[in-house]
């Protein structure tokens, strides 16, 4: 049987789904009203017989349940005589606790079953199971979901990560995009979800990841920063689903390096052609057309690319007047600030405005980021927010922070998205204390310390992967913000360039804004070359997660860059600047990569990346082509040594003498006998290998087909054996069947400010 506490929901939600179980159980259509007090009755089915009337009651704690019936609703129920009265209540009941309040409404409560407590209604929940699946947010919010969810490694294991999931469902509101989004999946395997900043992106993902984890089965397997990280964890014989939140950076498009975008094509089609892998990945309208225009690979996908869009259009008035319901009920906000938003239907407004964002709402019903506004002027702040919503960071940012916490997000905003708690330590040290020299502002031993907590919760989030505490913006806004900032902030960003302990930093600060460079690199660009001269092999700070070999991911590691992706960030710089500080760093870069080829050091797949930016560059390119020809053909034991030659090949047709192209493939030939004699029976695995021999054999025209075809081959007939995983059904949810429930929204904030008035009086 269920075990649900219904605190998660609001008492509208609790409203709607006592409703719905009375009325699954006595075969009736209950009636709602108007706003304005209730007079008892919640909701009434009147016959010839008489009336029935439902009063619903959401209360933690049993006195306070009993002092309010007793005071307030006995004299109604007495006034209004029904045929019959039923209570509907939160509250856990004893039997004892359960005859004391059917002696309060006798005889109208004709017996103690009349009388519905937390477990009768669980009880119910049983009985009429298509209720439970038409109200997500009770599964979605309950504890022992949650745990599961938490305990299987996908974000953490910390308690911040689990209140943060919590608060998070417990106001989430469904909206036509989820739909689109499961049936995208359920068709494609992936799915795009793509919007404008704030517009739930994220949460929508996150709600799907849960159902999956949850109800599905699928272990989820969250992507941070690249797809390299889950190499280890990926199996094409588990259910898995991928998650990569905000999948091509920021504005900077930062995520796309190393072939990163043809990576994600290969994965997407591998995905594809696996009943047991889902994909999900976020990112932002404006950006994914920029990649669009950028990168071949999206402009002409090998695979056809299915977004959802999550539009404002999605949010119509009933499911932004539940969000901001939601917000308002389960906020900490005093009851003068709720007021101010619910008295003489001014939350309408709110509704109405053409900038509403569920972001700017979250933001506006925080107390302690509103604490400063006197509730007389609330509700005209509020509506100021959502004109302008930058204007939400930089009050807090620019007033309430401190020096300490200023400079961690402004180091923060130098790094990658997710960054170990020990890296931000050191970035922070660095910047602060230059900034102390430079400025000359007191600090103490324990600014840090201070400044991470005022932080955290608010401008970022703390977590832990496996052992590792990890830190991260509390959401893409702040990012974007900071981003804004520095923009118009030449010197902290010259200060952060000065100061940087990463090499990672050096090129977060390049990218700049929206594909403009901050003008604090632009203004003094010898400064930034010689920052990345002297900090070439200044440490990494990216990381990637790390699997135990059962696909549970168990911490981070540094995802450390070699000399070649770092050289060829050197020469986009070159390239960009043209200036004698620039080609003297490529000069000495150059000759240092010729050692490391000699030297046989070279990392082949970061090389074949950078040869075609080194071609024709400068004097050495010919001497450092050959060389590299000669590493890359020199030697080849691993599939990887085939697969960097085939790039090779792609990338400089001609450049490999024939003789010597014609013994790379037959030794090719060689390798793909003995790669493909395996003994697997899972048709996924089986495919991934064909796939991928067949991939480097049309890049080094080879016809391979004589394994590839019997690996294809067994693994269709492996899977005609026996069904196939069914495909989740997801029609009895009824998540979008909220039509009825909405029709009147001024019900249900008339409600809530009846609420607010009954504990005042």
Known sequence: MPNYDFQSLSSYDFELLARDLIQAELGVRLESFAPGPDGGVDFRFRDKKGDIVVQCKHYKDYDTLYRTLKRDEVPKVHRLKPTRYILALSTPLTRHRKDAILKLFTPYCAAAGDIFGREDLNNL???HNSVEQDHVKLWLTSEAMLRRFLDRGIWGDSELTLQRIREQTRRYVPNPSLSRAQQILNKHHYCIIVGIPG????TLAEILLIDYADRQG???????NDLS????????????????????????LDKLEKNEDKRLMEFLQQVAANNKWRFLLTTREYILNTARIRYESLAQPAVELKPCIVDLADYTRPIRARI???HIFFSDLPDAYKRALLEGRRYSTLLAHSNYNPRIVEHMTQYRKVSHIDPAKYFDEFLRSLANP???WDHAFRNDLSEAAQHILLALASVPNTLLLSDLRVAFDSFYQHRRKKIGFATSSRDYEHALKELDGNFVKTNLVGEDPVIEFHNPSINDYLDSYLAESPHDVADLVQSAAFFEQLKQLWGGLRETRFSGVEKDSDRFVEALSTKFLAPSCGVYRLGDGSGRIIGVRHRNLSFEERMLFAVEVEDCLATPAAQALMSRLVTTLSERIEAGKAQKEGLVDLLPALDRR???SKSVFTAAKQFLTRRLDEFEDFSNVARFVEKFPGAIESDELDRIRQEFRHFSKSYTDVSERDPNLLRGIAEEITTVGKQLEVDVSEWADPLFQEADEIESEGPSDPEPDDSDRGWLDDSKALRDVDLMFGGLLREINERAS
């Open 390 to 392: 930058a204007r939400i």
């Open 618 to 620: 400068t004097k050495a």
């Open 218 to 224: 699928f272990q989820a397997i969250r992507i941070a």
């Open 229 to 252: 990280e889950i190499k280890e964890v990926k199996d094409p014989r588990r259910r898995q689903i991928f998650y990569y939140d905000d999948f091509l950076g920021t504005a900077k």
């Open 125 to 127: 929940l049983t009985r």
């Open 199 to 202: 517009i739930g992106k994220t």
């Open 324 to 326: 901001l319901y939601n």
